[in-house]
């Protein structure tokens, strides 16, 4: 076994990082062969470290009968390694436990619960550490004996992996219930604890010097021939892979420590530790109280109904300070979008083109997010049914957000102001057509720049936390942190270092920790087996997640509208970069309306640097054809697909991917057929009926590789334009430039209609162009066929988006059911449970009806009070 170095875990980040929890570190991995689309398990293999010399590793081998399906209980696996490798002579094992267990006079009582809990106490904690579990933990035996653990519903899927949140008991007695084994078991996931783009099991051998051994000719696919045939190969093989996973967490960790739940969950620990360091927090929940405004269930004022509670800190058991916490935070998990996708300009451009992506845009913009003081008092001001100025929102960070109406002027090629629908960003020239949009500081500030009209139907502006009379700065002190370790990192074990590497995926996660579950994200509850929410980190805020996300699409879209107004032309925008026909000095030097120095200083304070962009790739062929989906034939070049995956065999962004994804998008006549196999997804793995193995199976599909249409394509500037083949041949390809819709109505309808075409045919050439043009300019409009229906919706979702305040429904001494009677009095229609719901939900504002629309019914509402019922004089025909 090597002795990994120390100082990496000594770095601050890394400290804070970690459990710092000492465990028996198991590493665990198997061999199986599928048979007649079954798998055989060959073998269940162990290394661990010896417990009383741990710089010698112990491997255990498990083989069920050869060829037999035959598989073991986790729980006798785990305890044959006991055995085996003498860990109950651990020092963090009982005297009391030996080879067979505990005798059962060392915890035996009457009380079934009360010899439980002592039988913990005297227990094994394992560390049971794999890559890719979902293919090793899922060959445990899991029926038989009446009370066999089922590990499988203990388990959580996160990053890549399969993982335990807590350890899980597992007790057995033997037949005479004399002797009782104890066992504490963690299940950590390589997958989840490496960098991204070296998660496989070979880059983490070479990183922690275990070389990762190979199985020759074609017997990986025959694992019980070659166990057969060569046995000691077979033997050597299988258990390798379990040392690399201990060797390389014991590199990351140090040796016999639980290894934290996934990098990224450990990136948010450090954010925590240098969080409460910098606000003076002297505990973690002292911490939530200061940076999130969040306190325990018990602690808060029942500031929120339960139906309104945000599942982000609903689920972790939290309330909002107080009701100024509370509204703030519910307006910006509204305002919360994600990156800013989109191709202006689809079709083929033989020029030199670049790809420029903004330095670090994530942890760059967290560093400029100013803390609110939710303890004084969240809110300093209100905007309520009036234009926004720039005294409003007078720069880039400014703490507010608003529900907006909006007008650009008609030379703004790029608006700024997004509104969610149809499942994506769309930035329409006016919000026409809908009540409007849920928008933060950083956007409706460029917005003003710009000149556009914005009318707030209701916003708030943040009141900010002052340390030593500056704007407090949190996240900008833990990022620097991590980004100071990372460079300590890499001067300690060089550029591209596991360590180094491993900093930066906490350095970028960050911003992910503080996004969890602020826009709703459900996932599989095996315990439980449902769906349900995840929940929020132990960063979560709406605050500081929507003003980063709103910044880093600000910086994009100035940088597109200044670019435009020097001639300049972006072709693809993807989350934090863009395709230009600039060079980078050019993008350089733009002054992005005053958001380039701000931006530059957060850089000097992360890094020393003021530089905010660097190119990435450059080629000189771009194929563009829709968001997040362009090639080029040069190796250097651009190669998205856009959801289309290579076949197996086919090397990522080689040059037989290239021409082969060409190919496939300029030749098309319809969907691009593109099967794949896929494995069982972890609730298929883990569900107590039905339950799959881990078996892959074929899936058959087309993707539709058309424009997407988050644009208007300018039919004027359309041009055939001939992409040649890797053979040589020519094909067509509608080359042209788009503008921003007017209406998201408008949008909408052209999205269908191509949606409709796509069933039989595609939008390549510019024929078929100029027939999706036709249907679209002479189609009819969207026809509201039940308006009443719409109007009640629609004053339901101003009522739950807190656009407006109807005090029958706000009457929490009311339940739901009789407000929602209350709301059928009004002769518009009813509305069940979901709908209400429902109504919160933030894209739900794009289907909203203008105010002044609903104003006949909804001024009415407003002005009743809780208790009055309406009468034939407030109903109104419609």
Known sequence: MSVPATAFGDLPSVKAMGTGRAGIVVGFDTEFTTVDGARVIDSYQFAVPDPLDPSTMVEVVILPPLGSSARISLHTALW?????????????????????????AAFWTDDWEERREALAKLRVPIVLACH???????????????????????????????????????????????????????????????PAGKKSLAVLGEACGVEKLDVPDDWI?????????????????????????????????????????????????????????????????????????????????????EGDRLSFYAKRGRNPLDGAAAQLSSAFARAYHGGLNSCPMPGY??????????RNAYPTAMALVRDLDWEAGAIEDVAHERSLTLDDVPSSTTPFVGFV???????????????????????PRTSEGVAGTWVCGPELWLALVLGAKVHCQIGYLGRILKLGGEPSLSLRHGVKQLIDDRNAAKALYGKGSLEEQTLKTGVNSVYGKTAQDVAEQRSWDARAQEMDNVGGSAVSSPYHAATTTSLVRAQLLATMNQLAGRGRNVYSVTTDGFIT?????????????????????????????????????????????????????????????????????????????????????????????????????????????????FLPSRVERSVSMDYDLKRRPVMSSMSPEMVPLPDGSPEEMATFVTEPWERIEDCLRARQIAREMAQTGCLRTVAEWRNWDVRYTHGKGRRIVTPQRAVLMSIVMAHRQGIATIPTLADRSMSIADRLAWLAEWGLGTVSRGDWDNARRPERAAQMLPIDVLAPYLDRMAAMASGDHPTDADRLPY
Not at 86 to 95: A, H, N, T
Not at 406 to 426: K, M, R, S, Y
């Open 80 to 104: 044959a390694v006991v055995t085996a490798a003498e860990l109950w002579r651990s020092p963090l094992v009982s005297d009391e436990v030996g080879p067979r267990g505990v005798h059962r």
């Open 132 to 194: 890719y579990g979902s293919a090793s933990l899922t060959t445990f035996r899991t029926g038989g004996q009446s009370r066999e653990l089922d590990s499988l519903v203990r388990l959580t899927s996160a990053a890549g992996g399969l993982v335990t949140l807590l350890p899980f008991r597992s007790q057995r007695g033997n037949e005479n219930g004399r002797w009782w084994q104890s066992l504490s078991v963690t299940v950590r996931d390589t997958m989840s604890q490496a």
């Open 221 to 305: 696919s025959r694992m019980t021939d070659y166990r057969r045939e060569h046995l000691l190969a077979f033997l050597e093989y299988g258990v390798n892979d379990a040392v690399i996973v201990v060797e390389y967490l014991a590199r990351l960790w140090g040796g016999g420590v639980v290894p934290p739940i996934t990098l990224s969950g450990g990136a948010a620990a450090a954010l925590v530790d240098s969080g409460s360091a910098y606000l003076g927090a002297s505990s973690p929940a002292e911490f939530r109280r200061k940076f999130a405004g969040l306190v325990d269930e018990d602690e808060g004022v029942e500031a929120v109904e």
């Open 349 to 358: 451009y033989p020029i030199p083109t670049v790809d420029i992506d903004a």
């Open 405 to 427: 109406s909006f007008e650009f002027p008609v030379d703004v090629l790029h608006p700024c102001l997004p509104i969610v629908a149809d499942g994506t960003l769309i930035y």
């Open 581 to 693: 026909d600039a060079t980078v000095d050019e993008v350089a030097a733009l002054d992005l309306y005053g958001l380039e120095s701000v931006l530059g200083d957060a850089r000097i304070a992360l890094t020393g640097d003021p530089g905010i962009w660097e190119a990435k790739d450059a080629q000189n062929d771009l194929v563009n054809v829709t968001t997040r989906g362009n090639v080029s034939l040069d190796l250097g070049g651009v190669c998205a697909h856009n959801g289309l995956k290579p076949p197996k065999g086919i090397v990522p962004d080689s040059i037989e991917d290239r021409e082969m994804l060409l190919a496939s998008v300029v030749t098309r006549e319809g969907r691009v057929p593109n099967g794949y196999t896929r494995f069982p997804s972890f609730q298929e793995l883990s569900r107590t009926e039905d339950r799959k193995d």
